[in-house]
Antibody, heavy 120, light 108 residues
Framework: QLQLQESGPGLVKPSETLSLTCTVS??????????WGWIRQPPGKGLEWIGS???????YYNPSLKSRVTISVDTSKNQFSLKLSSVTAADTAVYYC????????????WGQGTLVTVSS | EIVMTQSPATLSVSPGERATLSCRAS??????LAWYQQKPGQAPRLLIY???TRATGIPARFSGSGSGTEFTLTISSLQSEDFAVYYC??????????FGQGTKLEIK
C-alpha cells in the first residue's frame, strides 16, 4: 500500500524559506509512470497546486508561485522536497504531498498533510 | 488561467436523498475534470477523474457527468459518511491545474 508522509517545521518566520520533505513508502519514487506533487490548502480555504516533479528531476510549477518554489527529488531516499522562499502569512497552509500519473495531474494518493504557520 | 466555479457553496440534503453538485469551467477542459471529497482534518480523496470514471474503491452511488465547461457530481442516495466538502479540479492545461472553491454538503 503506497503511503506518503510529509515532514518539516510547523513554524516558519516571515521572509524565510519553508522546507518540507515527503517520504514515500510502499512504492518506488523512480517509477516511470508517476509524478510527485505538492498541494496546499490555507485554513478554511480551497486547494492550490504548487508543483510536481518526475524522478528524473523534471519539474512543473504553478506560474503564480514559480519564482519562489523549488521541488527536488532524492531517489536514493525515496523522498522529494519542497522549498518555498520569502514566505509571508499568506503561505500559512496545510501542505500535502501527492502522487499523480505521468502528465495527468489527478492526485490518486495523498499524504495526511502538515500545517505550516508563517509567523514571527 | 482556467477558473473553476462550483455551485452551490452549501447544499443541505437529507440522508437517503440524491445530491447534485455542479462545477463550471471558464473555458473548455474537455473531459479532464476530477472530483475530490474532503472530510474535516483529512486529506482530499479522489472520487472521479476523466469527468465520469470512478476511482478505485469508490462506491457506485457516486457518479460524474459532463464535458467541456459544465460538470455534475451526483450522489444517488446519501449516506452519513458522504457529508463533506467536495472539490472539482481541471487538469486540461496542466501545468497549472486549478480547483473549484468547494461545495459543502451538509445534513438537512
Amino acid at each position: 500500500q503506497l503511503q506518503l508522509q510529509e515532514s518539516g517545521p510547523g513554524l516558519v518566520k516571515p521572509s524565510e524559506t519553508l522546507s518540507l520533505t515527503c517520504t514515500v513508502s510502499g512504492g518506488s519514487i523512480s517509477s516511470s509512470s508517476y509524478y510527485w506533487g505538492w498541494i496546499r490548502q490555507p485554513p478554511g480555504k480551497g486547494l492550490e497546486w504548487i508543483g510536481s516533479i518526475y524522478y528524473s528531476g523534471s519539474t512543473y510549477y504553478n506560474p503564480s508561485l514559480k519564482s519562489r518554489v523549488t521541488i527536488s527529488v532524492d531517489t536514493s531516499k525515496n523522498q522529494f522536497s519542497l522549498k518555498l522562499s520569502s514566505v509571508t502569512a499568506a503561505d500559512t497552509a496545510v501542505y500535502y504531498c501527492a502522487r499523480h500519473p505521468y502528465h495527468i495531474a489527478v492526485a490518486h494518493y495523498w499524504g495526511q498533510g502538515t500545517l505550516v504557520t508563517v509567523s514571527s | 488561467e482556467i477558473v473553476m466555479t462550483q455551485s452551490p457553496a452549501t447544499l443541505s440534503v437529507s440522508p437517503g436523498e440524491r445530491a447534485t453538485l455542479s462545477c463550471r469551467a471558464s473555458q473548455s477542459v474537455s473531459s479532464n475534470l476530477a472530483w475530490y471529497q474532503q472530510k474535516p482534518g483529512q486529506a482530499p480523496r479522489l472520487l472521479i477523474y476523466g469527468a465520469s470514471t470512478r476511482a478505485t474503491g469508490i462506491p457506485a452511488r457516486f457518479s460524474g457527468s459532463g464535458s467541456g465547461t459544465e460538470f455534475t457530481l451526483t450522489i444517488s442516495s446519501l449516506q452519513s459518511e458522504d457529508f463533506a466538502v467536495y472539490y472539482c479540479q481541471q487538469y486540461n492545461n496542466w501545468p497549472p491545474c486549478s480547483f473549484g472553491q468547494g461545495t459543502k454538503l451538509e445534513i438537512k
